[in-house]
């Protein structure tokens, strides 16, 4: 099954105005494609094939006049010459009327990119003669697929790339078990299958950056109070620590967010019948101060964004656990109740049937029955 993943862009300045000249080419070459068919049929009575056009369209490329050509990709002018013929067949089909020419104010601009020239990542894409143009929601197009017709289109000033995907491919292995998964504080997640992905805070790469990034704040904070006593600009060295640390910032981000990745593409690509995961309230608990900079750092909100379109793009059914389930509290042998229980208590003790475990794995285990409970409830 084709799928078709849409992503905004975020380009700079610079790569806006290559964005719009390339659309403006391929509106271009649209309307001489059909220019020149116009013309041609009225002499003739036919059509050309659009590869007779293409051939003329790389002659004149040769010359001065339309030398302009070549500083965009010959992939943009082909297709929209494509584009045009399929338009005239569809007419000639009774499925679409007559084409008429693009016109600069009505017609959204757009363009076609070669699908094996187009390199995506979980942050950018890199376009032909443009270069890497950051995406604004990472990772939302799969990785590592082959892609088919993208199109780079603007909305309302909004630029963004639409590709499509064969997801079927991916849906004749096996479904595994379903599993329960507790997004934690000390770990980064507990899987009920006993899995566990450590907390990348702890990494030395991490902790790496982290030192870094103070010592760097620290110089910068003396900078500031020279700043304030002596009445002065910000100076060049207080600029360039600035600097640095917004690019260390962006690379313990960058740290994350890969981790992230892989996480949740080896948990969904898996196929288990099922995920659950819990609701949380991420919004209440960053009033928690304590536990502030843990979620923040944990990105529990980014693992959930992730699972919700990875588990899209494999078919696995995704639960969102109710935001009142007692995952912690709850015995996930027994289903005994506790009535307190702090979230520093490391291990959970049951008084009911002595169960003793670790409480991130019983809760990922209760998050995994949640499921079950809800079909028998
Ligand atoms: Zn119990």
């Given at each position: 099954m084709m799928k078709t993943f849409k992503v905004e862009l975020a380009p700079n300045n610079k790569q806006r105005s290559l964005l719009n000249q390339a659309a403006g080419t391929a509106r271009w070459a649209y309307n001489w494609a059909l220019a020149e068919e116009k013309a041609h049929y009225a002499e003739t009575g036919e059509f050309f094939f659009d590869r007779e056009l293409r051939k003329q369209l790389t002659q004149l490329k040769k010359t001065p006049e339309f030398a302009?050509?070549?500083?965009?990709?010959n992939n943009i002018t082909k297709q929209a010459i494509k584009d045009c013929s399929i338009a005239l067949k569809n007419f000639f089909k009774g499925h679409a009327e007559f084409p008429v020419f693009k016109s600069k104010h009505k017609t959204k601009p757009s363009f076609y990119h070669d699908p094996w020239k187009l390199k995506v990542t979980a942050t950018y894409v890199q376009l032909e003669k443009i270069g890497r143009v950051r995406v604004k929601?990472?990772?939302r197009i799969p990785l590592d697929v082959s892609y088919q017709n993208p199109r780079i289109t603007c909305e309302n000033g909004r630029w963004s790339i639409s590709v499509a995907v064969?997801?079927?491919?991916?849906?004749?292995r096996g479904i595994t078990d379903p599993i329960g998964i507790d997004l934690g504080v000390k770990d980064l997640a507990i899987v009920s299958d006993g899995r566990k992905y450590k907390n990348?805070?702890?990494s030395k790469r991490v902790k790496q950056l982290g030192k870094r990034k103070k010592r760097l704040q620290r110089r910068a904070s003396r900078h500031y109070e020279r700043m304030v006593k002596d009445?002065?600009?910000?100076?060049r060295g207080l600029q360039n620590l600035e600097h640095e640390i917004r690019s260390v910032n962006k690379k313990i981000r960058d740290q994350h967010t890969n981790h992230i990745h892989q996480m949740t593409s080896e948990l969904v690509k898996a196929k288990p019948a099922y995920i659950v995961i819990e609701d949380l309230n991420v919004n209440g608990m960053l009033k928690n101060h304590k536990l502030a900079k843990a979620i923040q750092d944990n990105r529990l909100a980014e693992v959930r964004r992730q699972l919700e379109y990875k588990c899209e793009w494999y078919g696995v059914e995704l639960v969102i656990a109710d935001r009142f389930y007692p995952s912690s509290k709850?015995?996930?042998?027994?289903?005994h109740k506790k009535v307190d229980f702090k979230l520093s208590d490391r291990v959970y003790r049951c008084e009911h049937c002595g169960n003793v475990m670790d409480r991130d794995l019983n809760a990922a285990i209760n998050l995994l029955h949640y499921k079950m409970h809800e079909v028998s409830a």
């Open positions: 302009w050509l070549n500083q965009y990709s929601e990472q990772g064969d997801v079927e491919c991916e849906s004749d990348i805070n702890k009445r002065c600009k910000k100076s709850l015995c996930s042998r027994c289903g």
